[in-house]
């Protein structure tokens, strides 16, 4: 009797048991948007998927570095005879860039469109349930990562920052189901050399295509040609690779022409990423940030 | 000892058993808090969540493109296209706070052009009151406390004080303050709060940049309701031709017509629906319209959508194909146009129409009508207008006289001479003024006999012997009633089942006196449109047979990887009204004078006609009228009104004209009507003027 209520225990059970409590339904009530304590889990999850990624890549590395070593010898030597040029081309290029910045000068152009910082970061966590949703990548706002700025995988653009913790952020992929968040404005260059514009709306799982509509043109447009981002809604910027043109068709109701891109990045196969950091402000950028939000 | 030892004892246990008592009822306490708090957070958690996260699922409807109209031979008369578009769907619920706000962010990004009644009275479409709205949900908390303020000081029970009031609380000077993005944002908020909870209206649809395309669709994350879409907007590849049959579709802010807003709404349309709004619009809105696409639409507890998903892409209205060929409806135009130029007198307009004798269809019809000194396309005169038609009528006379028997193949020569009565005009045949002279009816269609006509109306009314200057002894209302009879067979006075609506069936004259029959069997009373008039010479050409005259004859869907014209729906079959009951030899007759007309020997047709390389047959008309046009002043000024019906080739007709020329001056000797339907049959075999060259700007 006297033993089992002993104060010490007892109060230390009951402290343990609120204490569990408390950490149950505070992860369970998701009130705003990115809750402390959901920040804490996604950095530990960040820390231990790095964990066990670095072994892993160590090991896998080593093969492939073996490997390259025969091909860094060829390379080597051809690089040699590549910096013999270097010099040269630098020159060229310290010329290019003041005459660059002198013609930007007297266009009072400040930046353009294409100017964007790059950060890279490697993807640490992607959940089998929404495998074309979302990735985590082990980059925060320590490194300097805001909502909306875009990412792109090796070969092209894949999606959107659309939460940020200090250490680690999601990305949105441009296969996302519900595409609202992750619409892009897509250009298209004709043969002619008209450039028509489109947004990136859906994404159609069975073929494995992105689908851009909105287009208003009926220029012939040919398979194969390259789909770039516009840069024209502020938020991504210009020029970054999204996919080719895989096959024009009408859209079903055959009023204007939808077009079904080929993604140049394999969404299956992520692994680093670059994010773009955008340097060019334009009238609405960062106008919409979160904090900003009345309703959350 | 034992005693003391025992008191010791109770003593000693007694304390600590009473603080562990205490203690254990605050554990057992505490104990149901947390068990009550864990189930609370842990078992019914996720369902008091759920409770909080309630999304409704409702189904909204999205526009979808309206079917076009093409040619007979598939050519594209009106067509879509599309415009790109910025749409907002409204939440169950949302407050206006909320949308004040997301206009506020749209207003950075796209510009809606507006004028403030500030600016101008006349031209607004931002009135005071749109700013005092907008105002008002965008500064909700300043607003709040002002008319706190105000009910406060004036001690107003604040459940009296309604919007309305508040609104007034808002000073003009607030209104001037805003600035230009303000006064965007607040014609934006104009275009969201017209929206019907969970349906879609346009923000803008009208010329939307690219960039603001991009940006609504990269920031639509932040625009909670607003997207980008594409709308569409009707266009006429062939500019005018036919506009005035084709009919108009209502904007997005008409909607639907007031009149019959309850129908439509049952039908399934929403309030801000485009809709056929006149002729082949309006008959084949059914058909036109489409089936709505249907977006499954989740709401949250607080009204807001937050997920939409496409259930059914809709279907886009079928498509009409015409029986009209838009290559001889544009020479029919050219050929109306070229008459016109040659107007006299009050002559303000000219109707072409062509009718397939043998299934109904209209190849064309060509109206154009001088307003104000303007040349207007008039294609909607064609059935809606009425005139007094003349002597084309008289082939209907004589078959009404083989119909009612007072005339047979064997039996049909009368003595034409200058008729005279008491109490009735007297009556004589233009080129037969005094003489007498035997006219079998062949005769008197060829030579236009208006005595042979009014002695079968005569007949008609049973009046055999014609003594001169006797009262006519028929009764008036009975042979005209009989007379309008068959003629309604031919189409002349009776609706022509045409598939359009508001179609004029021409008017008949009052009947005051026995002689108004006798002009009638030479078209002098009643009053007949050129689609009727159209109707019944492709009676007289196929021998019989009355079809309703049609301007319809596919409907079919569309391709879905071209967008052009789809597969065959449904084939719209010839409608044949009724058959005349006259014999063969009788039409071989009557065909035979209307050959005489264009081909004999006499007057001025034969030589308009002479060297044409189809056999054309045909039936002029001159009626002494009185001016009825646009021209209110000269109303009742005695005219001539020239026309003309025919059908060609003679053997087996495919094509039959009416003419008509109103209004040319009394006395008027021309040929226009003739060299009109001679120009406009040219145009449709292609030969002479329209044979070198298949259409005139090409």
Same mark, same amino acid.
């Given at each position: 009797?006297?033993?089992?209520?002993?104060?010490?225990? #007892?109060?230390?059970?009951?402290?343990?048991?609120? #204490?569990?409590?408390?950490?149950?339904?505070?992860?369970?009530?998701?009130?705003?948007?990115?809750?402390?304590?959901?920040?804490?889990?996604?950095?530990?999850?960040?820390?231990?998927?790095?964990?066990?990624?670095?072994?892993?890549?160590?090991?896998?590395?080593?093969?492939?570095?073996?490997?390259?070593?025969?091909?860094?010898?060829?390379?080597?030597q051809r690089l040699k005879k590549e910096i013999d040029r270097i010099g040269?081309?630098?020159?060229?290029?310290?010329?290019?860039?003041?005459?660059?910045?002198?013609?930007?000068?007297?266009?009072? #152009?400040?930046?353009?469109?294409?100017?964007?910082?790059?950060?890279?970061?490697?993807?640490?966590?992607?959940?089998?349930?929404?495998?074309?949703?979302?990735?985590?990548?082990?980059?925060?706002?320590?490194?300097?990562?805001?909502?909306?700025?875009?990412?792109?995988?090796?070969?092209?653009?894949?999606?959107?920052?659309?939460?940020?913790?200090?250490?680690?952020?999601?990305?949105?992929?441009?296969?996302?189901?519900?595409?609202?968040?992750?619409?892009?404005?897509?250009?298209?260059?004709?043969?002619?050399?008209?450039?028509?514009?489109?947004?990136?709306?859906?994404?159609?799982?069975?073929?494995?295509?992105?689908?851009?509509?909105?287009?208003?043109?009926?220029?012939?447009?040919?398979?194969?040609?390259?789909?770039?981002?516009?840069? #024209?809604?502020?938020?991504?910027?210009?020029?970054?690779?999204?996919?080719?043109?895989?096959?024009?068709?009408?859209?079903?109701?055959?009023?204007?022409?939808?077009?079904?891109?080929?993604?140049?990045?394999?969404?299956?196969?992520?692994?680093?990423?670059?994010?773009?950091?955008?340097?060019?402000?334009?009238?609405?950028?960062?106008?919409?940030?979160?904090?900003?939000?009345?309703?959350? | 000892?034992?005693?003391?030892?025992?008191?010791?004892?109770?003593?000693?246990?007694?304390?600590?058993? @009473?603080?562990?008592?205490?203690?254990?009822?605050?554990?057992?306490?505490?104990?149901?808090?947390?068990?009550?708090?864990?189930?609370?957070?842990?078992?019914?958690?996720?369902?008091?969540?759920?409770?909080?996260?309630?999304?409704?699922?409702?189904?909204?409807?999205?526009?979808?493109?309206?079917?076009?109209?093409?040619?007979?031979?598939?050519?594209?008369?009106?067509?879509?296209?599309?415009?790109?578009?910025?749409?907002?769907?409204?939440?169950?619920?949302?407050?206006?706070?909320?949308?004040?706000?997301?206009?506020?962010?749209?207003?950075?990004?796209?510009?809606?052009?507006?004028? %403030?009644?500030?600016?101008?009275?006349?031209?607004?479409?931002?009135?005071?009151?749109?700013?005092?709205?907008?105002?008002?949900?965008?500064?909700?908390?300043?607003?709040?406390?002002?008319?706190?303020?105000?009910?406060?000081?004036?001690?107003?029970?604040?459940?009296?004080?309604?919007?309305?009031?508040?609104?007034?609380?808002?000073?003009?000077?607030?209104?001037?303050?805003?600035?230009?993005?303000?006064?965007?944002?607040?014609?934006?908020?104009?275009?969201?709060?017209?929206?019907?909870?969970?349906?879609?209206?346009?923000?803008?649809?009208?010329?939307? %940049?690219?960039?603001?395309?991009?940006?609504?669709?990269?920031?639509?994350?932040?625009?909670?309701?607003?997207?980008?879409?594409?709308?569409?907007?009707?266009?006429?590849?062939?500019?005018?031709?036919?506009?005035?049959?084709?009919?108009?579709?209502?904007?997005?802010?008409?909607?639907?017509?007031?009149?019959?807003?309850?129908?439509?709404?049952?039908?399934?349309?929403?309030?801000?629906?485009?809709?056929?709004?006149?002729?082949?619009?309006?008959?084949?809105?059914?058909?036109?319209?489409?089936?709505?696409?249907?977006?499954?639409?989740?709401?949250?507890?607080?009204?807001?959508?937050?997920?939409?998903?496409?259930?059914?892409?809709?279907?886009?209205?079928?498509?009409?194909?015409?029986?009209?060929?838009?290559?001889?409806?544009?020479?029919?135009?050219?050929?109306?146009?070229?008459?016109?130029?040659?107007?006299?007198?009050?002559?303000?307009?000219?109707?072409?129409?062509?009718?397939?004798?043998?299934?109904?269809?209209?190849?064309?019809?060509?109206?154009?009508?001088?307003?104000?000194?303007?040349?207007?396309?008039?294609?909607?005169?064609?059935?809606?207008?009425?005139?007094?038609?003349?002597?084309?009528?008289?082939?209907?006379?004589?078959?009404?006289?083989?119909?009612d028997g007072v005339i047979s193949v064997d039996n049909n020569v009368i003595?034409?001479?200058?008729?005279?009565?008491?109490?009735?005009?007297?009556?004589?045949?233009?080129?037969?003024?005094?003489?007498?002279?035997?006219?079998?009816?062949?005769?008197?269609?060829?030579?236009?006999?208006?005595?042979?006509?009014?002695?079968?109306?005569?007949?008609?009314?049973?009046?055999?012997?014609?003594?001169?200057?006797?009262?006519?002894?028929?009764?008036?209302?009975?042979?005209?009633?009989?007379?309008?009879?068959?003629?309604?067979?031919?189409?002349?006075?009776?609706? %022509?089942?045409?598939?359009?609506?508001?179609?004029?069936?021409?008017?008949?004259?009052?009947?005051?006196?026995?002689?108004?029959?006798?002009?009638?069997?030479?078209?002098?009373?009643?009053?007949?449109?050129?689609?009727?008039?159209?109707?019944?010479?492709?009676?007289?050409?196929?021998?019989?047979?009355?079809?309703?005259?049609?301007?319809? @004859?596919?409907?079919?869907?569309?391709?879905?990887?071209?967008?052009?014209?789809?597969?065959?729906?449904?084939?719209?079959?010839?409608?044949?009204?009724?058959?005349?009951?006259?014999?063969?030899?009788?039409?071989?007759?009557?065909?035979?004078?209307?050959?005489?007309?264009?081909?004999?020997?006499?007057?001025?047709?034969?030589?308009?006609?002479?060297?044409?390389?189809?056999?054309?047959?045909?039936? %002029?008309?001159?009626?002494?009228?009185?001016?009825?046009?646009?021209?209110?002043?000269?109303?009742?000024?005695?005219?001539?009104?020239?026309?003309?019906?025919?059908?060609?080739?003679?053997?087996?007709?495919?094509?039959?004209?009416?003419?008509?020329?109103?209004?040319?001056?009394?006395?008027?000797?021309?040929?226009?009507?003739?060299?009109?339907?001679?120009?406009?049959?040219?145009?449709?075999?292609?030969?002479?003027?329209?044979?070198?060259?298949?259409?005139?700007?090409?």
């Amino acid at each position: 009797m006297k033993k089992f209520f002993s104060n010490k225990k #007892l109060i230390g059970l009951l402290i343990t048991v609120i #204490l569990f409590i408390t950490v149950l339904s505070l992860s369970f009530n998701r009130m705003g948007n990115i809750p402390f304590f959901q920040t804490i889990t996604n950095d530990v999850t960040g820390v231990f998927g790095r964990l066990f990624e670095a072994p892993i890549r160590a090991v896998d590395g080593l093969f492939s570095k073996v490997n390259n070593l025969q091909d860094t010898y060829i390379e080597n030597q051809r690089l040699k005879k590549e910096i013999d040029r270097i010099g040269e081309v630098q020159a060229e290029n310290q010329a290019i860039r003041q005459e660059n910045e002198k013609l930007k000068e007297e266009l009072e #152009l400040q930046a353009t469109l294409t100017e964007y910082e790059k950060i890279t970061a490697t993807v640490i966590a992607r959940n089998p349930d929404k495998w074309l949703d979302i990735v985590v990548i082990d980059r925060g706002s320590t490194d300097g990562l805001k909502v909306g700025m875009s990412v792109l995988g090796g070969k092209g653009l894949i999606g959107r920052i659309t939460e940020v913790n200090p250490t680690s952020s999601k990305v949105m992929l441009l296969t996302h189901a519900e595409q609202q968040a992750v619409q892009t404005s897509a250009e298209v260059t004709t043969e002619d050399g008209e450039t028509i514009y489109g947004v990136i709306t859906h994404y159609d799982p069975q073929r494995k295509q992105l689908i851009m509509d909105r287009i208003t043109s009926d220029a012939t447009i040919e398979e194969g040609t390259s789909v770039v981002s516009s840069g #024209l809604g502020g938020v991504v910027p210009r020029g970054l690779l999204i996919g080719e043109v895989a096959e024009v068709s009408m859209d079903e109701h055959g009023l204007s022409q939808q077009i079904y891109v080929t993604p140049t990045e394999d969404f299956d196969q992520i692994r680093f990423v670059t994010v773009i950091s955008r340097n060019a402000r334009t009238v609405n950028e960062n106008e919409f940030s979160k904090e900003e939000e009345p309703n959350e | 000892m034992v005693a003391k030892q025992n008191k010791q004892k109770d003593s000693k246990s007694h304390v600590p058993f @009473r603080l562990n008592l205490l203690f254990f009822i605050i554990f057992v306490l505490f104990a149901i808090l947390i068990i009550q708090l864990g189930f609370l957070q842990i078992i019914r958690g996720e369902d008091f969540k759920a409770e909080v996260q309630r999304t409704e699922s409702t189904i909204i409807q999205g526009n979808v493109p309206r079917g076009e109209i093409y040619d007979a031979h598939l050519k594209k008369i009106v067509g879509n296209e599309a415009t790109n578009a910025i749409i907002y769907t409204r939440g169950k619920n949302t407050e206006a706070k909320t949308m004040a706000t997301t206009a506020s962010r749209l207003s950075k990004i796209i510009s809606l052009p507006h004028v %403030t009644e500030l600016e101008n009275e006349e031209k607004k479409d931002l009135t005071i009151r749109d700013l005092k709205d907008y105002y008002f949900a965008a500064h909700q908390e300043e607003m709040e406390e002002r008319i706190e303020n105000y009910v406060h000081k004036n001690k107003i029970n604040s459940n009296n004080f309604d919007y309305e009031d508040q609104l007034e609380l808002i000073k003009e000077s607030d209104l001037e303050r805003m600035h230009d993005e303000e006064l965007n944002a607040a014609a934006i908020y104009k275009k969201m709060n017209s929206a019907y909870a969970l349906s879609a209206v346009n923000i803008k649809n009208k010329d939307v %940049t690219s960039e603001e395309m991009a940006a609504v669709a990269e920031n639509a994350e932040y625009l909670p309701g607003v997207n980008t879409s594409t709308d569409w907007e009707r266009v006429y590849p062939l500019d005018d031709m036919l506009r005035s049959v084709l009919g108009t579709v209502s904007t997005e802010k008409q909607g639907l017509p007031e009149s019959q807003l309850n129908a439509y709404l049952a039908k399934g349309y929403s309030r801000n629906d485009r809709v056929g709004t006149s002729l082949i619009e309006l008959q084949y809105e059914d058909v036109l319209r489409g089936t709505k696409s249907r977006l499954q639409t989740e709401v949250n507890a607080s009204g807001d959508i937050i997920k939409q998903v496409e259930r059914y892409a809709g279907e886009k209205g079928d498509n009409l194909v015409l029986t009209i060929d838009t290559e001889i409806q544009k020479r029919f135009d050219e050929v109306a146009l070229n008459t016109l130029a040659q107007r006299q007198g009050l002559n303000d307009s000219v109707y072409i129409t062509a009718i397939n004798p043998k299934n109904g269809d209209i190849i064309a019809m060509s109206g154009k009508k001088i307003v104000k000194g303007e040349i207007e396309d008039d294609a909607l005169g064609v059935f809606q207008n009425s005139f007094t038609m003349g002597s084309s009528v008289k082939p209907a006379t004589v078959l009404s006289g083989y119909l009612d028997g007072v005339i047979s193949v064997d039996n049909n020569v009368i003595v034409d001479m200058p008729l005279q009565f008491q109490g009735s005009e007297n009556i004589s045949s233009v080129y037969n003024r005094h003489g007498v002279k035997y006219l079998s009816d062949i005769q008197a269609l060829a030579e236009s006999s208006n005595v042979y006509m009014a002695m079968l109306a005569m007949r008609m009314g049973g009046y055999y012997d014609y003594k001169p200057n006797e009262f006519l002894p028929i009764d008036a209302e009975e042979t005209i009633a009989k007379m309008r009879k068959y003629n309604r067979q031919f189409g002349l006075g009776s609706p %022509t089942g045409i598939d359009l609506p508001n179609e004029s069936i021409g008017q008949p004259g009052e009947v005051t006196n026995a002689g108004q029959a006798l002009f009638n069997a030479f078209g002098q009373f009643d009053t007949y449109t050129p689609l009727q008039h159209a109707q019944y010479a492709a009676t007289i050409a196929n021998g019989g047979i009355r079809y309703a005259p049609r301007l319809v @004859r596919e409907i079919r869907g569309t391709n879905p990887d071209t967008g052009e014209l789809g597969a065959l729906k449904t084939k719209i079959e010839p409608k044949i009204l009724n058959e005349i009951n006259v014999s063969k030899e009788a039409f071989n007759r009557v065909h035979q004078s209307m050959w005489q007309v264009a081909n004999g020997s006499l007057g001025l047709t034969p030589a308009v006609f002479r060297g044409a390389p189809y056999t054309f047959a045909g039936k %002029t008309g001159t009626a002494e009228a009185y001016y009825w046009g646009e021209n209110e002043s000269m109303r009742g000024t005695p005219v001539y009104n020239m026309t003309f019906i025919g059908f060609a080739p003679y053997d087996d007709p495919e094509i039959a004209v009416s003419v008509v020329v109103p209004y040319l001056p009394s006395g008027y000797l021309g040929t226009i009507h003739v060299e009109t339907i001679r120009n406009a049959m040219d145009a449709y075999f292609g030969v002479g003027r329209f044979g070198s060259h298949t259409s005139s700007d090409e």
